[in-house]
């Protein structure tokens, strides 16, 4: 009863403050964006080889729909930086403002307060991800016709995605938790997101990172992903939930 | 029924002890003073009645129910207001009335007639659609107002309700709170004596997380104050405050050019023979009046009491 009061709250935050609209407006610009990139790509790069410089570039490779999935992986990229701006303030801001104390005097429990502050942007993301999902898939099947893009492999490549961003919600949260300020909650994401890029590119230690569930985005597009598809998934899951029972502990005894 | 018990209640931070075994018991319907200087444990005490922070050691109970064990019981009775309250800025005042009504589970129904009701009260009726981000701090401290009662609360803890207002927003609060007597329990943390003496029946006094005393305003001002004599001349009256501080009957005299305040031992012999010794002195009365201290003076004296027994 009371999680859905904070939900409904809490959404209408993400309405008002744009936030919502930003990154549903974002992912729609990579879902639409990415198969367009890559079918007018060749034709822009060949264009720029003619005119007054004489040089003549000939694109011998056809543009595919891989080269769409490609292009939509990549674009991903760096959304964990979205959703570390909008995630940074969730608890910090609430703590260090005194809303959280407000509350927290009325009948409602803390874990229904975490729960609304992570289930809120999770399900904003959700939302934002399966639309970038619809586009993409609807422009890959109009730009590329004679291509066939598997429905539920491109929802499991969608669900890889939302599970590798869920990770760096779920840290940023508990950075949220730990640090009373929201820039230092935000240092803290954008941290660990740089430690994962680094980690991520190292062999054999980039499987088991966060990242590594990405990079296994990229292979399952070119046909080579490999069992360290499902050890990205165990550690992206487990980096949520540790994330989450964590904060859970650090705010239910929390001094407010 | 006590509304409000705590018995041997400490909080420690970092090593700092900032309440001290403190033992208190409120009567249900009463408007609850809780003075002290600024730190003296007052918002740590309120903090830890709400189940924001956990003592250190000791208990304590409202309305029946332990605060540490059943805080959500005890959040479903009470109302607070923070000492700064803050709210959704991005909300109106109504959005937030709505969203606490919500979350204390009232039906759309008796949430939208409570939320008109507190409005009211509050005197936020027309401001009720603007957004909280653009309320004086007044109005910001009436809407925390009106959230800490959108429930009905047995027990009202408010934290220096009216000690960031200008003196009009300071008495549109305090008529909030003393239109509340009998209907719910008050507790009003302040340091500002003069507003705890408008609306409180009991007061409690608290000076470096102890208690210092506990009693009825009226009680502690009979039991803690003995009159002033008020004198006010045509002349200069320093002959005459010389004259005054030799008796044995006076305790202590305060001197202006033209002006006398007299604090007397023994006030019935002060009563006989102080306007006699006024009269031999020749000089033009103006003023002669028997003023009782105020709350304030009270609480001067008894924090610098304390503070002589912490040292001694």
């Not at chain 2, 009991?202 to 506990?214: A, C, D, E, F, P």
Request: charged letters at 20%.
């Amino acid at each position: 009863m009371n999680l859905l009061a904070l939900l409904k709250k809490e959404l209408k935050y993400q309405i008002r403050t744009y936030r919502l609209l930003v990154l549903v407006v974002i992912c729609l610009v990579i879902g639409i964006g990415s198969p367009i990139t890559a079918k007018v790509m060749p034709d822009i790069i060949s264009s720029l080889g003619t005119g007054a410089s004489g040089i003549q570039i000939v694109m011998t490779i056809e543009p595919s729909a891989t080269d769409g999935l490609v292009q939509y992986h990549k674009n991903f990229g760096l959304i964990p930086l979205l959703l570390i701006f909008m995630t940074m303030g969730a608890m910090a801001e609430e703590r260090s403002r005194g809303t959280a104390a407000m509350i927290l005097t009325k009948p409602v429990s803390r874990f229904d307060f975490l729960a609304a502050k992570f289930l809120t942007p999770a399900l904003s993301l959700a939302l934002a991800l399966s639309l970038a999902a619809v586009a993409c898939y609807y422009y890959l099947s109009v730009l590329f016709p004679e291509a066939t893009v598997d429905p539920v492999w491109f929802a499991g490549l969608n669900v890889l995605l939302l599970t590798w961003l869920l990770a760096y919600l779920a840290v940023t949260l508990l950075a949220s938790v730990i640090f009373k300020g929201q820039a230092a909650a935000g240092g803290a994401g954008v941290l660990f997101f740089a430690l994962m890029l680094i980690l991520g590119s190292l062999p054999r230690v980039g499987a088991h990172t966060v990242q590594g569930l990405y990079v296994q985005g990229a292979r399952l597009i070119n046909g080579t992903a490999n069992g360290d598809l499902w050890k990205g998934y165990g550690v992206s899951l487990g980096v949520i939930i540790a994330s989450l029972v964590t904060a859970w502990a650090i705010f239910r005894r929390q001094e407010l | 029924m006590e509304a409000v018990r705590c018995l041997g209640l400490s909080k420690e931070y970092d090593g700092l002890l900032a309440l001290d075994r403190l033992s208190l018991s409120i009567e249900e319907g009463t408007i609850f003073g809780f003075l002290g200087p600024n730190g003296a444990g007052k918002t740590t005490t309120i903090k830890l009645l709400t189940g924001l922070t956990h003592p250190t050691a000791g208990q304590a109970w409202v309305a029946g129910h332990q605060v540490t064990a059943d805080s959500r019981a005890v959040h479903g009775i009470i109302g607070y207001l923070p000492e700064e309250p803050a709210f959704y800025n991005w909300m109106s005042g109504r959005e937030f009335l709505e969203h606490v009504g919500e979350l204390f589970g009232l039906p759309p129904k008796v949430r939208k007639s409570r939320v008109d009701e507190v409005l009211g009260l509050v005197d936020l009726v027309s401001a009720a659609k603007r957004r909280v981000g653009g309320y004086s701090r007044g109005m910001r401290q009436r809407l925390g107002i009106a959230q800490a009662m959108i429930n009905n609360p047995r027990v009202l803890f408010l934290d220096e309700p009216a000690s960031a207002l200008d003196p009009l927003g300071r008495l549109d609060v305090l008529n909030v709170i003393r239109a509340l007597k009998g209907q719910t329990t008050v507790f009003m943390s302040s340091h500002i004596l003069a507003d705890v003496e408008r609306v409180c029946d009991t007061v409690s006094i608290l000076n470096h997380g102890r208690l210092v005393t506990q009693a009825r305003t009226e009680e502690l001002k009979e039991k803690y104050a003995k009159p002033i004599f008020v004198l006010e001349f045509e002349g200069p009256v320093a002959g005459l405050a010389a004259k005054l501080r030799a008796l044995p009957w006076v305790e202590k005299v305060e001197a202006t050019e033209t002006a006398l305040k007299v604090f007397a031992r023994d006030v019935s012999t002060a009563k006989r023979e102080l306007p006699q010794v006024v009269s031999s002195s020749q000089i033009g009365l103006l003023r002669y009046e028997l003023a009782m201290p105020s709350l304030e003076d009270i609480f001067v004296k008894l924090v610098e009491d304390d503070r002589q027994g912490g040292q001694g």
